[in-house]
């Protein structure tokens, strides 16, 4: 079974910094998209950061770019998302995904992956 699991979140004051980590299994790391996506109370479910498979290439949200870095470490079947400057609208429940199927064009897009973590929470303080 494909399996993610998430963690890192916690509450940091506005400017701070938080790194998440997803913990993947069940599949070949290499063969799957793999993103980051945010839920903030209240508000629809969005993109973040993405890694594509089919590129290589990671990218990145508007609201994120410049703060955030997502990474992956292939030998530990482990994604992270590095976030830096922190602002209270970054305050959300953070999802890891992953999927085979999603190809570059999609990459952006949430119903796109049929594989989700749990969720971590980050609270951000003003």
């Known amino acids: 079974d494909v399996q993610l699991q998430a963690s890192g979140g916690g509450l940091v004051q506005a400017g701070g910094s938080l790194r998440l980590s997803c913990a993947a299994s069940?599949?070949?790391?290499?063969?799957?998209?793999l993103g980051w996506f945010r839920q903030a109370p209240g508000k629809e479910r969005e993109g973040a950061s993405w890694?594509?498979?089919?590129?290589?290439?990671?990218y990145y949200a508007d609201s994120v770019k410049g703060r955030f870095t997502m990474s992956s470490d292939s030998a530990k079947n482990t994604v992270y998302l590095q976030m830096n400057n922190l602002k209270p609208e970054d305050t959300a429940v953070y999802y890891c995904?992953?999927?085979?199927?999603?190809?570059?064009?999609?990459?952006?897009?949430?119903?796109?992956?049929?594989?989700w973590g749990q969720g971590t929470l980050v609270t951000v303080s003003s």
């Open positions: 995904a992953g999927d085979s199927t999603v190809i570059t064009s999609t990459v952006r897009l949430s119903s796109a992956y049929h594989n």
């Open positions: 890694i594509s498979s089919g590129d290589g290439r990671t």
């Open positions: 069940g599949f070949t790391f290499d063969d799957y998209c």
